[in-house]
């Protein structure tokens, strides 16, 4: 079983990457896997805390395409997460898709009280991912994607998770 989570910064993405490797399962965190990349010219760059609007237009956040195929074909039951422009690309690698739902009071204080990455914190940033956040879990069911309560405790959801390779 092949499963991709997604959601908008600060849904527990990263911290659910974490604790299922912790329990053996073959999960990669997208965010190891992506970069920063100017639409135009190809050229990878590197993002800084508030970039505007217009920065954000010209540049996609992508994931690679091949160390994501190579690093969930590693085993029978792979969990990849994340978030990123190019996820159209790879959401027909996996069986099952599940995307993140938290209110934005959880998504602030998850990113205004992370140690770990700095994206979100910037009031600009934040503006943009609160407003992402309206239409992006509804955008996913539509894809088919089923919704998992990102409020929930992280050992809840992990479980949640993991009872789909049964």
Known sequence: MKIYITGVSGTGKTSIARALIARGVNAI????IS?????????????????TDTWMEVHDWLC????????????????????TSNQDQYL??????????????????RLHTRTDNDFGKHPEDLARILNWNKEFTSWMVDKGASVIDGE??????????????S
Do not use: M, Q
């Not at 965190?29 to 190891?32: G, H, R």
């Open 29 to 32: 965190d997208l965010d190891e």
């Open 35 to 51: 970069h920063w990349e100017n639409k135009e010219t190809r050229e990878v760059v590197g993002w800084e805390p508030g970039s």
């Open 64 to 83: 690679d395409l091949v160390k994501l195929k190579e690093i969930i074909s590693k085993t029978e039951d792979a969990v990849a997460l994340g978030h």
């Open 92 to 109: 027909p690698y996996f069986d099952k898709t599940f995307v993140l739902s938290c209110s934005p009071e959880t998504i602030a204080h």
């Open 152 to 165: 929930k405790p992280l050992e809840e959801v992990v479980e949640e998770i993991i009872s789909h390779f």
